[in-house]
């Protein structure tokens, strides 16, 4: 196979991935559950699912929500002070069961956190016990040659991610001015204060 063949075997591979999400109502209970959230959205997630979730955080950010990212592994030194009562939690793991992530979970209980909404693929995952709500990213496979590589996996959380902030900006009816006040830099910001609404 030559290179552009196995590109095009990726891309496909991660396609694949994202049209392959059940989207059911455990979207319409997570877009709920963010929408009427009385707190902040705290986001979480390990490794390249932490990078995702991070992604999650600053877009929710720009588009009216205020998110922050609580890295799991600081977050049992002290960073999860940062969670507060009423706050909604967004974890992703692939796995589900991760360590950190799991504690992090568990410990909010304690803090009065509102609704945990987990992204997750594996059946047997933690995760799905730890969330009120979870939205299933089906069953993934790597078209890494070793099967290990994250690719597809976070290529679908931040389909996920994208969706749910895209419907959640829409239901809050955010418009240019809106987002021109949160990202009012760079060639966005611009668009934003000088375009047409």
Known sequence: MN???????????????????TVDDSFDRAIDA????KGKIV????????????????????????????H???AAHGDLGLIAEGDCIVAYSTSGKTREVM?????????????????????????RELSDIVLDMGEIVEP??????????TVVMHA?????????????GVTKHDYG????????????RTDNE
């Open 3 to 21: 290179t552009q063949e196995r590109v095009r075997q990726i891309l496909a591979a991660e396609a694949d991935a994202i049209s392959s999400i």
């Open 34 to 37: 963010l929408y009427d959230c």
């Open 43 to 70: 986001v979480t997630g390990m490794g390249k699912a932490g990078l995702v979730s991070r992604k999650f955080a600053t877009t929710l950010c720009s588009t009216g929500t205020p998110a922050v990212f609580v």
């Open 72 to 74: 799991p592994g600081e």
């Open 103 to 127: 504690e992090l979970l568990e410990i909010s209980r304690h803090l009065s956190a509102g609704k945990i909404i987990g992204i997750t693929s594996h059946a047997d995952s933690d995760l």
């Open 144 to 153: 890494c040659p070793l099967g290990l590589t994250p690719s597809a996996s």
């Open 160 to 172: 996920i991610g994208d969706a749910l902030t895209l419907v959640l900006m829409e239901r809050k």
């Open 181 to 192: 006040l949160r990202h009012h830099g760079g060639y966005l910001g611009r668009r934003a």
